[in-house]
């Protein structure tokens, strides 16, 4: 039975492992490295009440990304649209789950601050 659940395990390991290895850090992906001009950040205002974290970035946060635009959109789930040099629409990732801080953190990484610019 112990001889058993070690072949188990031994084939585990050796299935993860051999798994991982196509795998990288996030920061050593090339998607890391793209940075953004602006971003919008759409959200349909009836249903900011549900987003607490989102109303707190946008109340007390936002005015740290002046190349972030909040934009009212009726019906929108709420989300961060990308833009590139040209104001053309690059990325959009939705936010809906994502705690202050990680929005925080994903601008800082992502959005050029005006001096990059």
């Not at 936002?62 to 009212?72: A, E, L």
């Not at 994502?98 to 992502?110: D, G």
Request: aromatic share 8%.
């Amino acid at each position: 039975m112990v001889i058993n659940m070690l072949n188990v395990l031994v084939f585990v390991v050796d299935l993860v492992s051999d798994c991982l290895k196509c795998c990288t850090e996030d920061s050593d992906d090339s998607m890391s490295k793209i940075a953004y001009s602006g971003a919008h950040l759409e959200v349909c205002m009836r249903k900011l009440v549900f987003y607490p974290e989102i109303v707190g970035f946008i109340e007390e946060e936002k005015d740290q990304f002046p190349s972030v635009k909040v934009q009212y959109v009726f019906n929108s789930p709420p989300k961060l649209i990308m833009l590139d040099d040209a104001g053309q629409q690059k990325e959009t990732i939705r936010i809906d789950n994502w705690k202050r801080e990680h929005i925080l953190q994903f601008l800082r990484e992502k959005v050029k601050t005006a001096s990059a610019i």
